[in-house]
């Protein structure tokens, strides 16, 4: 179904497919808030209940949820914490020690239970449901683009007199690639999940705006709870579409809730953005293991699409991987050194997080435009839940290209029926699926490829170190002859090519040159907003890094690839 057009870069904006944002699948789920939060809560409530089965279980369920919910305010407190926090679950916590006394009356005592699951469920659905409200979207529509057209003229001529200029656009800096004809397409014949790999806390920022540009209608996305402490942009993200997910909360009734709400909104066919990886990469490299909890809703909603489809809600659920890729990641230092902590490979990390608020925002577009640096979406091949490649209307296709019915997957006996274990397998095969895609996908850059190189040229130089000692060696030990590593990147782009051939990783323009060029590329954009200089040449022209630690961070996005062999 892919043509050739699919991987050059679109125009400047695409007709949306569906013009009139009041028929958006978001926006509908949006309109009427109230009933929808009640169906939601109704049925988290009824979710839980059958999942403990027994009174006693639901309140030890309670229970738990007290404990951890106590531990998560004492330990991990934020702003944007409700004031009544503390006042609420000491409630809940009172009433535990009341249910005891009421066990005389086993029906008052059942009441009370139920009661407080359900404040518990509402007090939740509350925080987590997300909002789209039209006026933000245009603005934020028409405004972006202009702005960040300016400040693109600004900082490619290091000269803020040049913030009204026309002359460059930002879609020449961040550039789509990939099957866009048939994204666009299947968006028309069913409900479209994105899960796109996780490096920044912009990468929300480029999803919204690539999406935006294919002419696609807007996503729900999880956004978390902690980026909404910056008011201006909770006041926005409250908006647009983000749903907030607390990462600390860990109890039972939290995770089946926020389960439920992405299962109702997937069944209301509402297109949505999972980072599948659930958190940012620490360690640079692509994802190796995906969450399971949001992408089994996906198998829950559709199974219930086939027992009950509903005349307006498509039924199918495509899956569309995303690789986004970048020079430069504007948290790497705190990124690898989280990585090198949690490994037990480093004995110190600084604790220091970024959010996405607006310096940090200027900050990084600044550095992108000012040193014409880019970055690349690559939009993998859409699949339905099982890994089929589809046909134009949406259809799943077995390995001979004959279309088959996947509810066929959902039965038993000859009946859609509900099977946890199977269903658990399905969503760890998919995971498996969209994990392949992401590395199929993967657009090598320059400095992906020279941090790479210069990393595993001095690991193998310097074998007998272990891996902590490595990322300690001296200045003067880091130095690699200029010719060697011409040499190496030679062999690695040889590799590369092959590999690219086959359809294992895809090329991008920086490194369709010379050796010699790919590596001044590399070298020019590898980490160039950090501090010290993650690879530079010495006063006599050979390499060298100043920071062994985001070497390994960078070169870490060419993991998996067994390149390391041929170095």
């Given at each position: 179904m892919a043509t050739s057009d699919d991987n050059l870069q679109p125009k400047f904006m695409y007709e949306p497919v569906i013009p009139d944002i009041r028929q958006w699948p978001i926006y509908e789920l949006s309109r009427d808030n109230k009933h929808f939060i009640q169906q939601y809560v109704a049925q988290s409530k009824a979710q839980i209940i059958q999942r403990t089965k027994t009174i006693d279980a639901l309140e030890d369920t309670i229970a738990k949820a007290v404990y951890l919910e106590d531990r998560r305010i004492k330990e991990s407190p934020w702003k944007i914490d409700p004031p009544d926090e503390k006042a609420f679950w000491k409630q809940i916590?009172?009433?535990?020690?009341?249910?005891?006394?009421?066990?005389?009356?086993?029906?008052?005592?059942?009441?009370?239970?139920?009661?407080?699951?359900?404040?518990?469920?509402?007090?939740?659905?509350?925080?987590?449901?997300?909002?789209?409200?039209?006026?933000?979207?245009?603005?934020?529509?028409?405004?972006?683009?202009?702005?960040?057209?300016?400040?693109?003229?600004?900082?490619?001529?290091?000269?803020?007199?040049?913030?009204f200029g026309k002359n460059l656009l930002i879609t020449e800096n961040i550039l789509l690639r990939g099957h866009l004809a048939e994204i666009r397409n299947l968006c028309t014949k069913g409900t479209v999940i994105v899960v796109p790999t996780h490096h920044s806390n912009l990468d929300s920022i480029l999803v919204g705006w690539a999406i935006h540009c294919l002419g696609l209608p807007a996503l729900l996305y999880g956004a978390g709870l902690n980026l909404f402490n910056s008011k201006p942009v909770a006041h926005f993200m409250n908006r647009l579409g983000a749903y907030k997910i607390d990462r600390r909360k860990k109890n039972t009734i939290y995770l089946e809730t926020l389960k439920m709400y992405s299962r109702l909104t997937l069944q209301q066919g509402a297109h949505s953005l999972f980072f599948p990886g659930g958190t940012r990469s620490r360690s640079g490299q692509l994802e190796t293991q995906l969450k399971l909890g949001l992408l089994g809703t996906a198998f829950d909603a559709q199974r219930l699409n086939f027992m009950n489809p509903q005349p307006h809600h498509p039924q199918k659920i495509f899956v569309v991987p995303l690789v986004i890729s970048y020079h430069f990641v504007l948290e790497a230092a705190t990124l690898i050194h989280q990585h090198l902590k949690s490994v037990g490979k480093e004995h110190y990390y600084i604790d220091k997080y970024y959010f996405p608020n607006i310096s940090y925002g200027l900050k990084f577009f600044w550095k992108l435009f000012s040193q014409q640096s880019k970055v690349w979406l690559s939009f993998g091949k859409p699949m339905d839940l099982f890994g089929h490649d589809l046909d134009p209307e949406g259809n799943s296709l077995d390995a001979e290209g004959k279309i088959i019915d996947i509810s066929r997957y959902y039965e038993s006996k000859g009946s859609i029926v509900q099977d946890v274990q199977r269903d658990n397998e399905y969503t760890r095969l998919l995971s498996q699926h969209i994990l392949a895609r992401f590395y199929s996908e993967n657009i090598v850059?320059?400095?992906?490829?020279?941090?790479?190189?210069?990393?595993?040229?001095?690991?193998?130089?310097?074998?007998?170190?272990?891996?902590?000692?490595?990322?300690h060696l001296p200045e003067e030990d880091r130095i690699i002859p200029y010719s060697y590593f011409a040499k190496v990147i030679e062999r690695l782009l040889a590799q590369i090519t092959v590999l690219h051939e086959n359809g294992k990783m895809k090329m991008s323009e920086s490194i369709l040159q010379s050796p010699e060029e790919v590596i001044k590329d590399g070298i020019k954009h590898v980490g160039m907003y950090h501090d010290k200089k993650v690879l530079r040449k010495t006063s006599e022209g050979d390499i060298t890094s100043d920071d062994m630690n985001l070497l390994l961070f960078y070169h870490n996005r060419l993991e998996g690839y067994k390149l390391e062999e041929i170095v």
């Amino acid at each position: 179904m892919a043509t050739s057009d699919d991987n050059l870069q679109p125009k400047f904006m695409y007709e949306p497919v569906i013009p009139d944002i009041r028929q958006w699948p978001i926006y509908e789920l949006s309109r009427d808030n109230k009933h929808f939060i009640q169906q939601y809560v109704a049925q988290s409530k009824a979710q839980i209940i059958q999942r403990t089965k027994t009174i006693d279980a639901l309140e030890d369920t309670i229970a738990k949820a007290v404990y951890l919910e106590d531990r998560r305010i004492k330990e991990s407190p934020w702003k944007i914490d409700p004031p009544d926090e503390k006042a609420f679950w000491k409630q809940i916590k009172k009433n535990l020690l009341n249910y005891s006394q009421n066990k005389a009356n086993l029906q008052a005592a059942e009441n009370d239970i139920y009661n407080d699951l359900d404040n518990i469920v509402n007090r939740y659905a509350q925080e987590i449901v997300g909002h789209f409200e039209i006026p933000y979207y245009r603005f934020a529509a028409k405004f972006l683009p202009i702005f960040f057209n300016r400040l693109l003229n600004a900082a490619g001529q290091r000269n803020w007199q040049r913030l009204f200029g026309k002359n460059l656009l930002i879609t020449e800096n961040i550039l789509l690639r990939g099957h866009l004809a048939e994204i666009r397409n299947l968006c028309t014949k069913g409900t479209v999940i994105v899960v796109p790999t996780h490096h920044s806390n912009l990468d929300s920022i480029l999803v919204g705006w690539a999406i935006h540009c294919l002419g696609l209608p807007a996503l729900l996305y999880g956004a978390g709870l902690n980026l909404f402490n910056s008011k201006p942009v909770a006041h926005f993200m409250n908006r647009l579409g983000a749903y907030k997910i607390d990462r600390r909360k860990k109890n039972t009734i939290y995770l089946e809730t926020l389960k439920m709400y992405s299962r109702l909104t997937l069944q209301q066919g509402a297109h949505s953005l999972f980072f599948p990886g659930g958190t940012r990469s620490r360690s640079g490299q692509l994802e190796t293991q995906l969450k399971l909890g949001l992408l089994g809703t996906a198998f829950d909603a559709q199974r219930l699409n086939f027992m009950n489809p509903q005349p307006h809600h498509p039924q199918k659920i495509f899956v569309v991987p995303l690789v986004i890729s970048y020079h430069f990641v504007l948290e790497a230092a705190t990124l690898i050194h989280q990585h090198l902590k949690s490994v037990g490979k480093e004995h110190y990390y600084i604790d220091k997080y970024y959010f996405p608020n607006i310096s940090y925002g200027l900050k990084f577009f600044w550095k992108l435009f000012s040193q014409q640096s880019k970055v690349w979406l690559s939009f993998g091949k859409p699949m339905d839940l099982f890994g089929h490649d589809l046909d134009p209307e949406g259809n799943s296709l077995d390995a001979e290209g004959k279309i088959i019915d996947i509810s066929r997957y959902y039965e038993s006996k000859g009946s859609i029926v509900q099977d946890v274990q199977r269903d658990n397998e399905y969503t760890r095969l998919l995971s498996q699926h969209i994990l392949a895609r992401f590395y199929s996908e993967n657009i090598v850059l320059s400095s992906h490829l020279v941090a790479f190189a210069a990393f595993e040229i001095l690991r193998k130089k310097h074998r007998t170190l272990d891996f902590y000692g490595l990322l300690h060696l001296p200045e003067e030990d880091r130095i690699i002859p200029y010719s060697y590593f011409a040499k190496v990147i030679e062999r690695l782009l040889a590799q590369i090519t092959v590999l690219h051939e086959n359809g294992k990783m895809k090329m991008s323009e920086s490194i369709l040159q010379s050796p010699e060029e790919v590596i001044k590329d590399g070298i020019k954009h590898v980490g160039m907003y950090h501090d010290k200089k993650v690879l530079r040449k010495t006063s006599e022209g050979d390499i060298t890094s100043d920071d062994m630690n985001l070497l390994l961070f960078y070169h870490n996005r060419l993991e998996g690839y067994k390149l390391e062999e041929i170095v």
